[in-house]
């Protein structure tokens, strides 16, 4: 079936430290795939998102890419925040017929001044 | 624009008790779903509608749970008899249609504690 790995977490930085959260994915189809974060105390809400091979997704600092080949979506900030403290969900969702997100375990990540 | 409300925000029952959460989506959302979260994983699908029909409950367990949405504006949802396993965050979202890059927005999400 469908299915969504990300990184272990939970992953502690430093305030401007590089980020990478990986993530990879199984699908039957040609899944959309997405990038959700959850802050303390809040609902999910999407962080970005790519339908097709190649396609960058980007908000807020943060890019991935849809690598079809690899079957990845990784997660990356060139210089994190304190206020980037989160959970981050990665999730896909097949474009033919009824939308089903399926999400990964999700990541914890701290920022620490 | 208002958001997903959803209500209550916290509920603390004993097992084998009923329960009920209430949703209510962005104005003209058409896909209104329930996930269950367990704490430490990511949110579970257990039902879609699209309107006030059934799209998906493939994962819903149907001897305990149900959902309903009729008039195809707001959902309840119900558990009945709950389980010690059910203490989750269920969280429901809605989306203006049900194709497969459309966003899905998210209320607050209801904690449940099933002691």
């Known amino acids: 079936g469908d299915s969504v790995t990300q990184m272990e977490g939970p992953v502690t930085l430093s305030e401007e430290a590089f980020l990478t959260i990986n993530c990879t994915y199984t699908?039957?189809?040609?899944?959309?795939l997405f990038w959700y974060v959850q802050y303390p105390g809040e609902g999910l809400q999407l962080l970005l998102k790519?339908?097709?091979?190649?396609d960058k997704g980007s908000n807020k600092g943060f890019e991935a890419t849809y690598r079809k080949e690899t079957t990845s979506f990784h997660l990356e900030k060139g210089s994190v925040q304190v206020s980037d403290s989160a959970v981050y969900f990665c999730?896909?969702?097949?474009?033919?017929?009824?939308?089903?997100?399926?999400f990964g375990q999700g990541t914890r990540l701290t920022i620490n001044p | 624009e208002a958001g997903v409300a959803q209500s209550p925000r916290y509920k603390i029952i004993e097992k084998r008790q009923s329960v009920a959460f209430w949703c209510n989506p962005i104005?003209?959302?058409?896909?209104l779903y329930w996930y269950q979260q367990i704490l430490g994983q990511g949110p579970k699908l257990l039902i879609q509608?699209?309107?006030?029909?059934?799209?998906?409950d493939s994962q819903l367990p149907k001897d305990r749970f149900s959902a309903e949405r009729l008039k195809g504006v707001d959902s309840t949802l119900k558990i009945q008899p709950a389980k010690l396993e059910d203490s989750a965050v269920y969280l429901c979202?809605?989306?203006?249609?049900?194709?497969?890059?459309?966003?899905?927005?998210f209320g607050p999400g209801t904690r449940l504690l099933v002691l």
């Open positions: 699908a039957t189809g040609y899944p959309s």
């Open positions: 790519a339908t097709k091979a190649d």
């Open positions: 104005s003209g959302h058409a896909t």
């Open positions: 509608f699209q309107n006030n029909g059934v799209v998906d």
């Open positions: 979202a809605s989306s203006l249609d049900r194709v497969g890059w459309e966003t899905q927005y």
């Open positions: 999730a896909l969702s097949l474009i033919q017929g009824a939308q089903k997100l399926v």
